[in-house]
């Protein structure tokens, strides 16, 4: 089955300790995005990568780095410098091109730091 | 990206069709209407999308008014597992970077 995949789908973690999530799609998608969303609230990109070995921040990139080796995976590193780093992240995959906003969303993984 | 407005919340009875409107008076002639919905605790699934024709697909209709200021999602038939957040965003054709969404609409399908 074609699919995007999180793990792992709940993930806690100390203040002040980096941590990574996971992401990884068996689409062929060149694009990949990584998405936060807090209670009650709609999506805020954090990063997008549209081709291997290159991203580009989106609009709260701020205390998360990323990085794409391979086209089939994007992990995103929470940082200690995320201020609020508590909330659900999503993955997602597009192809580039006229049909970019059809994107696929993975399950998502709710990380909690206390 | 011209702005969206939404209902907060609706209700519909299983079996009904659900009809989820979306004014987007602002939209540019290039702007695509796209609709996402939102199980709870899941990943956003895309639904829908249209420039100005009307557009149907096996999930759902989209009906676009001719001055392309509004738009309804149709869900012909609801049932429970279509109780969901429901999106509507307006975007250019084209370009990878990102969606950005608002906070939609909870469409409650009731027994």
């Known amino acids: 089955d074609g699919g995007i995949t999180q793990s792992p789908k709940y993930l806690f973690r100390k203040e002040g300790q980096n941590v990574t999530l996971s992401c990884e799609q068996n689409?062929?998608?060149?694009?990949m995005y990584w998405y936060r969303q807090d209670p009650g609230q709609g999506l805020r990109l954090i990063y997008y990568?549209?081709?291997?070995?290159?991203?580009q921040k989106g609009d709260i990139a701020e205390g998360y780095s990323v990085s794409r080796e391979k086209k089939e995976s994007f992990p995103l590193t929470v940082t200690s410098a995320q201020k609020n780093p508590t909330a659900f992240y999503l993955c997602?995959?597009?192809?580039?091109?006229?049909?970019?906003?059809?994107?696929?969303f993975g399950p998502g993984t709710r990380l909690t730091v206390t | 990206d011209a702005k969206t407005t939404q209902p907060p919340s609706m209700d519909c009875a299983e079996g009904r069709a659900a009809n989820l409107p979306c004014n987007h008076s602002?939209?540019?002639?290039?702007?695509?209407v796209y609709w996402y919905r939102q199980i709870h605790s899941q990943g956003p699934q895309y639904i829908i999308h249209g420039l100005k024709n009307n557009e149907t697909n096996e999930m759902a209709s989209l009906i676009i008014t001719e001055d392309r200021k509004s738009s309804t999602l149709i869900l012909p038939h609801a049932t429970l597992r279509d109780t969901a957040v429901y999106y509507c965003?307006?975007?250019?054709?084209?370009?990878?970077?990102?969606?950005?969404f608002g906070k939609g609409t909870h469409l409650i399908i009731q027994p």
């Open positions: 990568s549209q081709i291997v070995n290159d991203f």
């Open positions: 689409l062929n998608h060149d694009a």
């Open positions: 997602a995959s597009s192809i580039v091109g006229r049909s970019s906003y059809e994107q696929y």
């Open positions: 602002t939209i540019s002639g290039n702007e695509y």
């Open positions: 965003i307006v975007l250019s054709g084209g370009g990878a970077d990102g969606l950005t």
